[in-house]
């Protein structure tokens, strides 16, 4: 069985500093991960994913993740927050092949922004 | 292209009654997923349909089904509404290439109030 953990259900920071979202999987088969956000009374946009290749994912609007397969870890960051980040963000697996289609979700992270 | 769209937006039901949700995917998308999310539970996984078939399936009970239809549109439907049901649906629609599953992509979804 797969499972997403998102270490703190709400994070703040101030406008202009680093944004890190922190997530840890357990998967019994090489895992694809994914960053989805959602803002309020919407559904989820794809920010990144990684499948294979290279373990540094860049996405948009700036956000990157790293795929560290010895730490189990996805861990979602941004330079430089903006206002417009303000959302929850989900951490997904999948275990690929015919099982793509199912997401294993972790339970969000909000993120608030501060002028 | 149009995105993934969901009908209704919104629907207040009472328990014992049933419900049919509605989800067209983006236009070549062959896979439709879909899931619940409540602020309890999270986002969880429904089932999968691909080429008219469920693919893969979650762990609700019987009284959640759905089907896809030849052009790729899935229906979802809850009989016998508990309380508990009260969530907002979202459906999912992926491309498949071959062996080849590509990313999903959210519709708005389906907030379902049970009374």
């Known amino acids: 069985a797969q499972s997403v953990t998102q270490l703190g259900s709400h994070v703040s920071v101030s406008e202009g500093a680093l944004v890190l979202l922190r997530c840890n999987y357990s998967s019994s088969v090489p895992p694809y991960l994914f960053w989805y956000v959602q803002y309020p009374n919407q559904g989820l946009q794809l920010l990144l994913k990684?499948?294979?290749?290279?373990?540094l994912v860049k996405g948009i609007n700036g956000f990157e993740a790293e795929f560290k397969k010895s730490e189990t870890s996805f861990h979602l960051t941004k330079p430089s927050a903006h206002m417009s980040d303000a959302a929850e963000y989900f951490c997904?697996?999948?275990?690929?092949?015919?099982?793509?289609?199912?997401?294993?979700f972790g339970q969000g992270t909000i993120l608030t922004v501060h002028p | 292209k149009a995105g993934v769209t969901q009908t209704p937006r919104y629907l207040i039901k009472t328990r014992g009654q049933q419900v049919t949700l509605s989800c067209s995917p983006i236009?070549?998308?062959?896979?439709v997923s879909w899931y619940q999310q409540t602020p309890g539970q999270g986002l969880q996984f429904l089932f999968e349909?691909?080429?008219?078939?469920?693919?893969n399936k979650g762990n609700f009970p019987g009284r959640f089904s759905g089907r896809q239809f030849s052009n790729s549109r899935s229906e979802m439907n809850v009989s016998t509404l508990e309380l508990g049901d009260s969530a907002l649906y979202l459906c999912a629609s992926s491309q498949i290439a071959g062996v080849v599953s590509y990313e999903q992509y959210f519709g708005p979804g389906t907030r379902l109030t049970v009374t």
């Open positions: 349909y691909f080429s008219e078939t469920q693919r």
């Open positions: 997904a697996v999948s275990r690929g092949g015919t099982s793509y289609g199912k997401l294993t």
């Open positions: 236009s070549g998308h062959r896979s």
């Open positions: 990684y499948t294979t290749g290279a373990t």
